[in-house]
């Protein structure tokens, strides 16, 4: 493989695979509460299409996903993700009791939950690092972020920018606690110096995951709205996939890759993957990569350069010499 994907990562760490189980709580985001009218590309579903209701209790919704996906896959090992809108959002005491419960479910091995970079406050962090201690399972914080730039996070209506990321990444790190950030690559109003930053960014402080979304744009969403009135622009899949390469290769070689394009049902969009199957783009990336002999990692080389300050203030050493 020329990047880390999940499976090896999760093999290293656990020393055999792990299946993500994906668990809905009844919780929205506080982006879509209180006259916020979301992100522009946030369907009714949030992100989770194949879960179960919310209805449900979280240890029977592990069963049944664990259940069916131990059959299919002959899986032992699991990860319950706790994958729908902001699931820090809920009242602090009630989110500890599920992420309670489905630290007591047999075969988990950590869990996941899926927020917002500002609604991650100190209390809970906390709370979610002594429950991760307490049953000696890790908890996995994932951001989504989407895009650096705080004037496409604008336009889509994030209600955060980049720094709040930041901050919270510090501060989950700070915990001892893994981190996954969420970027959407082909959004309409970045390009592929975005990608590039992207990577160096979430190299530098040091993230433990990156989940890679293609957009889809989903029925009934602003997004959809200005799509249909030809408001934007979408690059092509052969655009996307070269954005991806080049992302991969200013990314730390430690970072896991989740993910390289999204998957979503076509009934519920109007736009995704340009109408081809998801693992057709990841195939070409992998093709990509292969014919250009590039891999995750070959130009992770920008961070720790103390020879730019010294450059400014006092060339050392033949090779540094006229260095800009
Ligand atoms: S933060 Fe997530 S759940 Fe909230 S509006 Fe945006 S996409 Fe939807």
């Known amino acids: 493989m020329r990047y880390l994907p999940y499976s090896d990562y999760m093999k290293k760490k656990y020393g055999q695979k792990i299946y993500k189980l994906p668990v809905s709580l009844p919780v929205s985001c506080p982006n879509r509460q209180d006259g916020h009218a979301g992100c522009t590309f946030c369907g009714a579903e949030g992100a989770g299409f194949e879960n179960l209701p919310s209805a449900l209790a979280v240890s029977e919704q592990l069963e049944k996903n664990m259940e069916y996906i131990g059959k299919r896959y002959g899986a032992q090992r699991f990860s319950a993700y706790f994958q729908n809108f902001t699931n820090t959002y809920l009242p602090l005491g009630q989110l500890c009791g599920y992420v309670k419960e489905a630290m007591k479910a047999d075969r988990i091995a950590e869990i996941c939950l899926s927020t917002r970079p500002d609604c991650v406050s100190e209390d809970y962090l906390d709370a979610l690092s002594e429950i991760g201690g307490q049953y000696g399972k890790p908890v996995v914080l994932e951001l989504g972020l989407q895009s650096i730039s705080h004037r496409t996070l604008r336009k889509i209506n994030r209600g955060h920018t980049l720094a709040e990321f930041i901050d919270a990444v510090i501060r989950i790190k700070r915990r001892g606690m893994e981190v996954c950030a969420h970027l959407i690559l082909n959004l309409p109003w970045d390009d592929d110096s975005d990608a590039e930053e992207a990577a160096k960014i979430l190299s530098a402080l040091g993230v433990d995951q990156v989940k890679l979304h293609s957009l889809y744009i989903e029925k009934n969403t ?34 896991c890759v989740q993910r390289l394009v999204s998957r979503a049902p076509e009934e519920n969009t109007v736009f995704c993957n340009w109408g081809q199957s998801w693992w057709k783009i990841r195939d070409r990336i992998e093709e990509l990569l292969e014919e250009r002999d590039l891999f995750q990692g070959c130009r992770f080389d920008y961070l720790n350069r103390d020879y730019y300050f010294w450059n400014i203030r006092e060339p050392r050493g033949p090779h540094r010499s006229g260095e800009k």
Not at 224 to 248: D, H, K, P
């Open 222 to 255: 602003e997004l959809c709205r200005q799509y249909e009135a030809g408001e934007f622009r979408l690059i092509s899949a052969e655009e996307y996939a070269n954005r991806v390469v080049r992302f991969l290769t200013f990314l730390s070689p430690e970072i």
